[in-house]
């Protein structure tokens, strides 16, 4: 079975940084794509960025380009989301997906809060 879990989640102040981490285990060295996804109160999910099992980027949300960086180790399977000056309204429930085989596996997510 596919578990995916994320880390790095907290409370940042405006301006601040964080680094999201998402561990996917139960997988072999097969061809995927990975995507942080995230939902702010009272609105929809949303794509920040996705990357590929060979490390190419599969896309980055406007609102993300400049500010966050989506990268990962293909050996340890871990995919990491670098924030960067972080704004009141990134504040929302952050998500990564593993798709697989026409398969979606997700994390239970990580809280992210900016507020001063």
């Known amino acids: 079975q596919v578990t995916i879990v994320e880390s790095g989640g907290g409370l940042v102040q405006p301006g601040g940084s964080l680094r999201l981490s998402c561990t996917a285990s139960g997988i072999g060295d097969v061809w995927y794509i990975i995507g942080w996804y995230r939902q702010a109160p009272g609105k929809e999910r949303e794509v920040v960025a996705l990357?590929?099992?060979?490390?190419?980027?599969?896309g980055t949300a406007d609102f993300a380009k400049g500010r966050f960086t989506i990268s990962g180790d293909k050996v340890k399977k871990m995919v990491y989301l670098q924030m960067n000056d972080l704004k009141v309204e990134d504040t929302a429930d952050y998500y990564c997906?593993?798709?697989?085989?026409?398969?979606?596996?997700w994390g239970r997510g990580t809280q992210v809060t900016v507020s001063s």
């Open positions: 990357i590929n099992s060979g490390g190419g980027s599969e």
């Open positions: 997906c593993l798709s697989h085989f026409g398969n979606d596996y």
